[in-house]
């Protein structure tokens, strides 16, 4: 399916040089709750390559619809309407001239998109791997409900990450910080500050 693409001004963020670091894990390890945590004690800038793609697909454009028909069936979003996505929000804030750092929540999903931001934006400073069971996380995503959140979709999201994510970990060992999300969120926030030294 042919997805309509964004311009944006991806040398700003060259420009800017600021931290930019990856938040990955399974759907419902908690990377959302942790980067809150994140911004608030760093100022860091969140930005959930989900949230963006929703808030897209409600804006009711035409690039919005196509992606409504991809999310509703579970299946991963096109690199570039990703990167386009998240590198016009970099950019945004960048120009407000507040941007601390920004943590790019569920970001890269797979190695293409982590090789196409390294060389469409920059590399990551560090990366987050938050590391939960299976069942912690579907339990998690059904109580949350979101239009998406269907049993089938979270399981193929699961399985997703288990195929799709796992080689971008390895790949970029040398910057990754694993913490077990299985723990409070405050000993998971503990944890993140001490091995990503922030």
Known sequence: MEVERKKVNVGAIKQAN???????GGPGSGKGSQCLSLVVKHGF?????????????LSGSNLGRQLYRLMELGELVPTTVVLDLLAEAMVDEIYTGKAKGFL??????NLEEAEAFESYVTSPTKIIYLSAEQDVMISRLLERGNFDD?????????ANFQNQTRPVLAKYEAKLVKVSADQPKEK????????AAL
């Open 104 to 109: 790019l929540d569920n970001f890269p999903m």
């Open 150 to 158: 269907t049993k089938e979709a979270i399981e193929k999201r699961c």
């Open 188 to 195: 998971v926030a503990e944890d993140i500050a001490a091995g």
């Open 45 to 57: 800038t969140h930005l959930s390559s989900g949230d963006l793609l929703r808030k897209e697909v």
């Open 18 to 24: 600021l931290p930019i670091i990856w938040v990955l």
